[in-house]
């Protein structure tokens, strides 16, 4: 390759890289206008430190992107990526790890005790183990069994709040983690490989999120209300 070939190589190169760039940024424009969401990345921090409490969150040098915030159907939301960090690069405020696409749901009078559902070997894959690592069966619902691993710390807590008609409606679902805790609701799926650089955003991954914990949060609230 001579040096005027090099040359036009890298051009194109990071020609293509900036195409990329603002592709992503337009579908980023255009998700957040569908769902009627702010643009608020001064909250990046902040949000961060308030979601330690969920396993996800967990690692204190994992970093939120992308984070938007609004209300569709009267529950306040939150819509980011997290990227859980596991090894550092020379980039000290970077490193290579997992990006997971998040939907954060906050209900309204309902307190949710704390578990998190996974499909099987979803955390295991990475080498991770839960904190509260006590798995519980539900053998009278083996739809519910084949689709989900549960775990929480209070056994009694989560078997009162994960009524039958609840094990019936959430084995219809499935492709994606939650995490309950209080007044909030975490939804999230993962990329599906570990690497230093953030992939493109994917408004379609976020939209699936949106529609299955908008679904979820209301079917754990109108079975609080009865």
């Known amino acids: 390759m001579t040096y005027g070939q090099a040359i036009l190589f890298v051009a194109l190169c990071i020609i293509a890289k900036v195409v990329q760039l603002l592709w992503s940024v337009k579908r980023f ?3 957040r206008l569908r769902y009627g969401l702010d643009l608020t990345p001064h909250e990046r921090a902040e949000l961060n430190a308030s979601l330690q409490n969920f396993y996800l969150m967990s690692r204190r040098d994992g970093y939120i992107n992308w984070l938007t915030r609004g209300q569709i159907d009267n529950l ?6 997290y990227c859980s960090i596991v090894t550092r690069t020379h980039n000290l405020e970077r490193g290579r790890g997992f990006f997971f696409n998040v939907v954060l749901l906050e209900l309204d009078a309902v307190q949710l005790p704390t578990f998190l559902l996974e499909p099987e070997n979803f ?4 080498g991770a183990y839960l904190a509260f690592h006590k798995d519980y069966d539900f053998k009278a619902h083996p739809d519910f069994l084949r689709t989900w ?9 989560i078997r009162a709040f994960l009524t039958p008609e609840l094990l019936d409606f959430l084995s219809e679902f499935s492709g994606f983690c939650l995490e309950a805790s209080g007044d909030r609701l975490l939804v999230y799926s993962k990329e599906p490989q570990w690497r230093s650089k953030e992939p493109q955003w994917r408004s ?6 949106i529609q299955s914990g908008l679904a979820i949060a209301n079917a754990f609230q109108s079975m609080n209300e009865r």
């Open 149 to 157: 691993q549960l775990s929480g710390d209070d056994e009694e807590a």
């Open 29 to 31: 424009k255009a998700f």
């Open 204 to 209: 379609t991954k976020h939209e699936e999120l």
């Open 76 to 81: 306040s939301i939150a819509c980011f990526r």
């Open 123 to 126: 955390f295991q894959r990475e």
